[in-house]
């Protein structure tokens, strides 16, 4: 028997975790609360574009993974690894998953086991929230007898060069002896591991990424709503200083921000600011209000395009390209396309959409999935581009439609308006 890892989580952080972990050797036991998705699990079927469904079929005939939504199958981990969501709740981080999880761990840890906590959330999460859970549901302390870290999760869906494995993985322990395990455990994983100093270095590190990218979109989303009110083409003004090899980094702009990550992971840096040192984080907020205002401004220059064709809304038909909150994935998690999607259907709009990505159920109510066929393409008063995946043919978008709204710079022509 190889060392037993006990994953909990198999979304879009933890399969790719329990897969990789099989390959590398460990006996993983795949934990989910989602009867659904373990039953798809066991059946060979992946919900999850990083996983191939080869992939999870090879996990399967090693004998060295399973997934369960049992927690006695965790009893005998050496290393369990924390991989579940963490929203936000009218405003405030919900830490009830975290909180499950350590809960129905804590009874199977034992003398020399690591937990390891990879969901997003506020500095200080791993050792005021999740350590006193542990130790009170196993009797157990830690550093004296378990070994407890944070390693903030770095996948990007879709994202076919930067992978797990050669993505540079943040660790972190809460003393010396748990940095050491944390860190021997990802070097099996990952092929850099990037130690740090405490586990709120880790859980401000992750933070900070996110935050970064969410202030910077919402830079070029706003500079993208007074470069057309001057007349300016704002992609133009972006490809162009995109040329400066240094001290300057390509953000564009789109119809909000989506998944996981940018909508919710930068309000819990500010929640905790807030909460801990009574300040307002303004870049936060700031970029907070931009973003979620992003398929409102979509919807409305839309209406003022339809309009100069003497049509309205309501009535007309129009095809959405791409629902997922980013491009060649099917995460529809806080996308602003289901947004933009819902905002048109309340208009009275006849409102179709595309994306081979996302599966049918995820759609709201009353909005049609189709092809885009030229015989869709043709029928549509309005096509919008809001997420754009590859293997959508623009070429084919831009000579089929009568009018095109382009969020994401795809098409060109006569009959496309871009953002």
């Not at 990789?20 to 993983?28: H, K, L, N, P």
């Not at 989910?32 to 090879?58: H, I, M």
């Not at 930067?162 to 395990?181: F, H």
């Not at 339809?306 to 009535?315: Q, S, V």
Request: with cysteine; aromatic share 8%.
């Amino acid at each position: 028997m190889g060392e037993k890892l006990v994953v909990i989580g198999q979304g879009y952080v933890g399969l790719p975790l329990a897969m990789r972990a099989v390959e590398v050797g460990f006996d993983v036991v795949g934990i989910d609360v989602d009867e659904w998705r373990v039953k798809r699990l066991g059946a060979g079927e992946s919900y999850v574009e990083d996983v191939g469904e080869d992939e999870l079929a090879a996990a399967h005939s090693s004998g060295r993974y399973c997934a369960s939504t049992d927690y006695a199958d965790a009893e005998g981990f050496d290393v369990c690894v924390i991989t579940v969501p963490t929203p936000l709740r009218e405003g405030v981080p919900d830490l009830r998953h975290v909180g499950s999880a350590a809960e129905a761990i804590a009874p199977a840890l034992r003398h020399g086991a690591t937990v390891v906590l990879e969901s997003t959330t506020y500095p200080g999460t791993t050792e005021e929230y999740l350590r006193p859970l542990l130790e009170d549901g196993s009797g157990l302390r830690t550093p004296e007898d378990f070994f407890l870290g944070y390693s903030p999760e770095r996948i990007d869906p879709g994202n076919a060069r930067w992978r797990l494995d050669n993505t540079p993985k943040v660790v972190s322990g809460i003393d010396a002896a748990s940095l050491e395990k944390v860190e021997a455990f990802y070097s099996r994983i990952v092929r850099e591991v990037v130690p740090v100093s405490s586990p709120q270095v880790a859980e401000l590190c992750k933070l900070l990424e996110n935050t970064f990218r969410h202030v910077n979109i919402a830079l070029v989303n706003e500079l993208s709503i007074f470069a057309q009110q001057l007349g300016i083409d704002v992609w133009e003004a972006i490809d162009a200083a995109s040329t400066k090899p240094f001290g300057y980094m390509r953000f564009t702009p789109g119809p909000g921000v989506g998944g996981h990550c940018l909508p919710i992971d930068p309000s819990y840096l500010s929640w905790k600011v807030k909460r801990s040192l009574g300040h307002n984080f303004r870049f936060v907020e700031l970029a907070n209000d931009i973003n979620d205002h992003m398929p409102d401004h979509v919807v409305s220059r839309l209406s003022l395009a339809l309009n100069r064709w003497y049509k309205p809304i309501k009535g007309s038909r129009i095809l959405l390209l791409g629902l997922s909150y980013k491009k060649n994935a099917g995460d529809c998690r806080e996308s602003p396309a289901i947004e933009v999607a819902k905002a048109l259907r309340k208009l009275g709009a006849d409102v179709r959409a595309a994306d081979s990505h996302v599966d049918d159920f995820l759609l709201p109510a009353g909005i049609e999935l189709v092809e885009p066929t030229i015989e869709e393409l043709a029928a549509a008063d309005a096509v919008v581009v809001l997420t754009d995946h590859d293997h959508i043919d623009y070429d084919l978008v831009q000579r089929a439609s009568a009018f095109v709204f382009d969020t994401r710079n795809r098409c060109h022509g006569p009959n496309v308006e871009s953002l």
